[in-house]
């Protein structure tokens, strides 16, 4: 007799009674893996709970079943939240699943946070290449505009003294050194910053320095 085309799938354990929302076989996935799936979820949640849509009974059930991936024995799922950071960027999330119902937030959005954030990195990134364009490019043709992008950054955060402080800077010398750098008619030669004119180097390296450090002043609005 020959092999049997097919072998009839064994009917799992954990399958005694019915589940219809859940696969027949278990499919595992890594620890990885559940970090991203519980992202997506309670991204998912974050929204149902901020419309107010009655269907998250399925997402904490999606969440539990993507714990059972986790080696034993299985955490919580507040306490796996807390682990990975996913309650702190989900706050609705995690006062849901304490009160069991949704309420308002008093806190800003995390939007707030995130283009905050997004703020100091550019202007580390711009110092940072401003400074290397100094120091190394022959050319120094757009080192006014570069300059002038990072002060409208500076003057998009409201209230900092040192960024206040940083804008006097720049200002006080600016027009003229954007003036020394238009290059005259005729003139085959690149333009260059004038000696007087590299203490904008201060400037850059002291960016550098604050947002690399993040004082309090630069976070307190987001508490």
């Known amino acids: 007799a020959s092999e049997p085309l097919y072998q009839p799938c064994v009917y799992h354990v954990s399958f005694k009674e019915l589940q219809v929302k859940r696969p027949l076989m278990p499919v595992r996935i890594s620890p990885e893996q559940v970090g991203l799936e519980m992202l997506c979820l309670c991204g998912q949640l974050d929204l149902l709970i901020r419309t107010q849509t009655q269907q998250s009974s399925e997402i904490l059930d999606q969440m539990l079943q993507c714990l059972e991936n986790l080696p034993k024995p299985m955490p919580e799922l507040?306490?796996?939240?807390?682990?990975?950071?996913?309650?702190?960027?989900?706050?609705?999330?995690?006062?849901?699943?304490?009160?069991?119902?949704?309420?308002?937030?008093?806190?800003?959005?995390?939007?707030?946070?995130?283009?905050?954030?997004?703020?100091?990195?550019?202007?580390?990134?711009?110092?940072?290449?401003?400074?290397?364009?100094?120091?190394?490019?022959?050319?120094?043709?757009?080192?006014?505009?570069?300059?002038?992008?990072?002060?409208?950054?500076?003057?998009?955060?409201?209230?900092?003294?040192?960024?206040?402080?940083?804008?006097?800077?720049?200002?006080?010398?600016?027009?003229?050194?954007?003036?020394s750098l238009v290059a005259e008619d005729g003139c085959r030669h690149d333009p260059q910053l004038a000696a007087?004119?590299?203490?904008?180097?201060?400037?850059?390296?002291?960016?550098?320095?604050?947002?690399?450090?993040?004082?309090?002043?630069?976070?307190?609005?987001?508490?």
């Open 196 to 223: 007087h004119y590299i203490n904008i180097l201060e400037i850059t390296q002291s960016l550098t320095s604050v947002v690399l450090a993040l004082p309090d002043e630069l976070t307190e609005d987001l508490h």
């Open 78 to 179: 507040e306490d796996y939240l807390d682990a990975v950071g996913l309650s702190a960027m989900f706050p609705r999330v995690e006062v849901f699943l304490i009160q069991g119902s949704a309420v308002e937030m008093l806190e800003k959005p995390q939007m707030d946070y995130f283009v905050h954030i997004a703020k100091l990195n550019q202007l580390l990134v711009l110092s940072q290449q401003l400074e290397e364009d100094v120091r190394h490019l022959g050319s120094h043709k757009y080192i006014a505009h570069q300059l002038s992008v990072i002060y409208q950054i500076l003057s998009s955060f409201r209230g900092i003294p040192i960024f206040v402080d940083m804008k006097k800077k720049i200002e006080a010398n600016f027009k003229q050194m954007k003036q």
